[in-house]
């Protein structure tokens, strides 16, 4: 059979996310950066596609436009269904982009229903009573509630949903979702008009995720978080669509140095930098003095090109909520974020060109999409997880470089050292 599942994906640290948990589940995935083009070509065995686009806060024209034109080519490619991925935090504006895109989506498949199901957790995000946690913390109450791109002040994912969407928006309870797939469907059923209906899910545990994906076995749109994904490999075995679990590619890591470029300014990501110094070098961006000529450039790639070696080396513009804002207010929140990624994109080119660097660690949607970018890799092969969410990739590109792309919410203190010792080899 062709390709199975298309997946949309809101950003590059996203798409690696959902691309490792089918890998997981035995499925053969490839994963394109940015929009297909012509003279993207993939093998035969492929059962999913994830198109890792730079959505998430974007215009919402933009993001509705880009969204489109990765579901046309995903339908052209002959996929049962399409995933649309976003962050298990519900990452959004106040003006979306979740709900105008859902919306699309839904429009473009011409489908008046679909799910919300952001939960995963195994990384400690759960939904109850249509209310997002984050390690038992309502969204609205954790580090999230002061993300500089997206902060998130409402932890009910129907009222932010309802902002949104031009479709109803309905709730099925974990009480309904733990009894199990037809408990589920029944609840499907009692919506009888025609109307788009999203119903957003409690979720608990994996199994409450693989119930829900299963009860929602007939429809051509599922959106939510990667863990959602978990139990479709083995919904398409039960289906006959596979039949057995996909060959999985061979992978290693390319010998050469290692760099570490954190973006996000998120309390993990902190925790991890913080982590990372007591043993290895790293160096702060200077946001303002960025801003102002190539001298802070300069200095960072001297301090990179100084350490880089034995060592893996780290250049961060992880920061305080209260030091993000100052700087935000000086130069505009759109200008410092771009500044920022633009400057840890161009340290990933020339480090790779010039310092031996053939493993890089990025922590940050944005930054990671601007990496990608930048390195012009289209696609990426998909290797075994770091942790939960975070797989070791190689950018299939004229040199091959290992990279692993981190949402900022996500791993452990000691994140960035598990990721340069984990031993990939199969």
């Given at each position: 059979m062709s390709v199975l599942l298309g997946c949309i994906a809101d950003d590059f640290t996203g798409a690696t996310d959902i691309a490792s948990v089918l890998r997981r589940e035995g499925m053969q995935v490839l994963q394109i950066n940015g929009l297909p083009t012509e003279s993207v070509t993939y093998p035969d065995n492929v059962d999913?596609?994830?198109?890792?686009?730079?959505?998430?806060?974007?215009?919402?024209?933009?993001?509705?436009?880009?969204?489109?034109?990765?579901?046309?080519?995903?339908?052209?490619q002959g996929v049962v269904q399409v995933f649309f991925k976003y962050c298990s935090t519900f990452d959004c504006t106040a003006k979306g982009n979740?709900?105008?895109?859902?919306?699309?989506?839904?429009?473009?498949?011409?489908?008046?229903?679909?799910?919300?199901?952001?939960?995963?957790?195994?990384?400690?995000?759960?939904?109850?009573?249509?209310?997002?946690?984050?390690?038992?913390?309502?969204?609205?109450?954790?580090?999230?509630?002061?993300?500089?791109?997206?902060p998130m002040r409402d932890s009910n994912l129907v009222r932010l949903l309802e902002t949104q969407t031009q479709?109803?928006?309905n709730h099925i309870p974990w009480q309904v979702i733990q009894t199990g797939e037809a408990a589920i469907k029944q609840e499907f059923d009692r919506c009888h008009d025609m109307k788009p209906t999203i119903w957003v899910m409690d979720a608990l545990t994996d199994s409450d995720l693989i119930a829900s994906t299963f009860a929602a076995e007939d429809m051509t749109l599922l959106t939510g978080g990667a863990a959602l994904a978990q139990g479709l490999p083995a919904l398409y075995r039960k289906k006959g669509w596979m039949t057995s679990e996909s060959s999985?590619?061979?992978?290693?890591?390319?010998?050469?140095?290692?760099?570490?470029?954190?973006?996000?300014?998120?309390?993990?990501?902190?925790?991890?930098?913080?982590?990372?110094?007591?043993?290895?070098?790293?160096?702060?961006?200077?946001?303002?003095?960025?801003?102002?000529d190539d001298k802070e450039y300069d200095?960072?790639?001297?301090?990179?090109?100084?350490?880089?070696?034995?060592?893996?080396?780290?250049?961060?513009?992880?920061?305080t909520p209260e030091n993000v804002l100052a700087i935000q207010q000086e130069l505009g929140q759109e200008a410092a974020g771009k500044l920022v990624e633009a400057c840890l994109a161009r340290l990933a080119v020339d480090a790779t060109e010039s310092l031996?660097?053939?493993?890089?660690?990025?922590?940050?949607?944005?930054?990671?999409g601007a990496v990608v970018s930048a390195l012009q890799a289209k696609t990426l092969l998909?290797?075994?997880?770091?942790?939960?969410?975070?797989?070791?990739?190689?950018?299939?590109?004229?040199?091959?470089?290992?990279?692993?792309?981190?949402?900022?919410?996500?791993?452990?203190?000691?994140?960035?050292?598990?990721?340069?010792?984990?031993?990939?080899?199969?």
């Open positions: 999913a596609i994830v198109i890792a686009l730079k959505s998430r806060t974007e215009p919402v024209k933009e993001a509705v436009d880009a969204s489109l034109q990765a579901c046309n080519w995903l339908l052209e979740i709900g105008p895109v859902i919306d699309a989506l839904m429009a473009r498949l011409n489908t008046n229903k679909t799910i919300v199901s952001p939960g995963y957790p195994v990384n400690g995000r759960t939904v109850y009573g249509a209310n997002l946690f984050v390690l038992g913390v309502p969204l609205s109450e954790s580090p999230m509630k002061d993300h500089p791109l997206t479709a109803q928006v999985q590619n061979t992978f290693s890591l390319p010998e050469g140095n290692s760099l570490v470029l954190a973006g996000s300014c998120s309390t993990a990501t902190r925790g991890q930098v913080a982590c990372f110094l007591e043993q290895y070098p790293g160096i702060a961006v200077d946001p303002l003095s960025l801003s102002k200095r960072l790639f001297s301090f990179v090109k100084a350490n880089i070696g034995k060592k893996p080396v780290l250049v961060y513009a992880s920061d031996g660097v053939t493993q890089i660690v990025v922590a940050g949607g944005e930054t990671s998909i290797g075994d997880p770091i942790e939960p969410g975070v797989p070791w990739t190689i950018l299939q590109g004229d040199k091959a470089i290992g990279i692993a792309l981190k949402s900022g919410n996500f791993g452990s203190r000691d994140f960035f050292l598990r990721a340069l010792s984990k031993d990939t080899g199969e």
